[in-house]
């Protein structure tokens, strides 16, 4: 990965005062982040976690209550509002209510910024011929909002944000409002700005899917704070925040939940015992090797960033010293092993 | 029927009187409650060119002079159209009054319907880099011109209702001719002759209002 830094946060916080008793509310709480140049930077949290206010503090919309912001080698915080402006010029953002205009046409919604940019007529003509091209959608160029998809709604979004040709892209849980087949059309031609344009991109979601199919690295957000940063393997596979491992296992349902656990209760007398599944594990053979049964009861296994994460939830049954000695074996070889107590 | 026939042009003339007053009031009215409905807007809490002071000016004064039945308006306003157009009887003085009148009740319209623009499309349009003042004028004029030109039909039909009081200050229109050849003469046909005119040119503005709406919204 380029270590050069795009976007950094450095300790910022941020409070709002709502309503009138003036009562605080505190959005951000000390975050600091880094996303390198060039790198899809994902942030999941649940609403209210304080990721759209994150986003909207690298392109100065909000400013942070303290703590500094940096794009690039430019303070954000430190400049003048008619300076954030020309840095906004290099920053893309898209919305989850996709955010077009509706008294402009497909093409006069991608021209918008090279307007504002002072871009003249020609080049601008030239310029969104190529980015409507780019997102498929040439053929709709002279429609308007209303008469499209909320996919193809999406994809004008993202020409639009792509329209001064910007380094980064904000996208602000751009997926949030689609179906899930739209979302993967989406999410695949945001892999594509960030591989053939070379755009770092920062996206926040609340979905676990989103993150693994186009995400490098993720930070985990909780009530204005950063949970956990990492690979998006490190974090999902190895949870250490409470947080982040109710996201593995609502996206994944491989852990058996309370109510699961007593349904299997009734029915299986051995010792039921969970096994994360990582590279190879080596499981059969260790239960055979102790002479314990191990009968499949539950679990899922998927793959994050083309590697195996899941998890098994075995019965297993044979002398209670096998079955100590099989799970110590395990753990003695580094993998994951609970034994699921009532 | 004989004596309305006489007074054709008397008629001829009242309709031109309620044209001058009605247009001048509608056009320069407003434009002048465009340009108020503009500040009101931008100026408010959170907006676009967000200030106190200015706001709360004049959004004092947008609700001070509103609720003034426009009658009394029109008689409160001699001093100044002394001052100003140096008369205070005839189809100019009420003009004059029915401009202010009229500017004050758009700029309420315009403030809302420009309100009610999706916050969402101001964002995009700051995040593109543009300045507060072009926001104004490329995204949120543009976004809320279909109800905004609703508004300002309404209003056309309220310039129209308004313009029936111009008699009063010796104004002219159709109002007053309905009032001294009509009613006061006992002489009905001629005042059910005047409403259907008016209700002709009510009905005409309503309908180029709605074509136009319609084509801002493209519904």
Redesign the interface.
Known sequence: MNPVSHVRLKNVSKTFTRGRDRSRVVALDDVSLEVAKGEVFGVIGHSGAGKSTLIRLINGLEAPTTGEVWVGDQQITALSEKDRRGVRRDIGMIFQQFNLFRSRTVAGNVAYPLKVAGVGRAERDRRVARLLDFVGLLDRAHDHPEQLSGGQKQRVGIARALANEPSLLLADEATSALDPKTTAEVLTLLGRVNKELGVTILLITHELDVIRTVADRVAVMESGRIAETGTVYDVFANPRSTVAADFVRDALRDRPSPEVLARLRRTHTGRLVTVAVRSRTGLAKTFLAYGVAADLVFGGVSELQERAVGSLTFELTGPDDGIDAALAALRADGVDVTEESD | MDEFLTNLPVFREAIGTTFYIVGISVVVGGLLGLALGLVLYATRPGSLLASRAVFIVVNLLVNIVRPIPFVIFLLALQPVMLATIGTTIGADAVTFGLTLAAAFAVSRIVEQNLVAV?P??I?????????PL?ILF??VV??A?GPVILGYTFIFVGVVDMSAQAGLVGGGGLGDYAVTYGSQRYNWPVVYLTVATIIVIVQAGQFLGNFLARR?L?R
Do not use: I, M
Not at chain 2, 123 to 131: L, N, P, T, W
């Open positions: 999706e969402g499309v964002e995009a349009a700051r995040a593109a880099g543009a300045r072009s490329t995204v543009p976004e011109l801002a493209r």
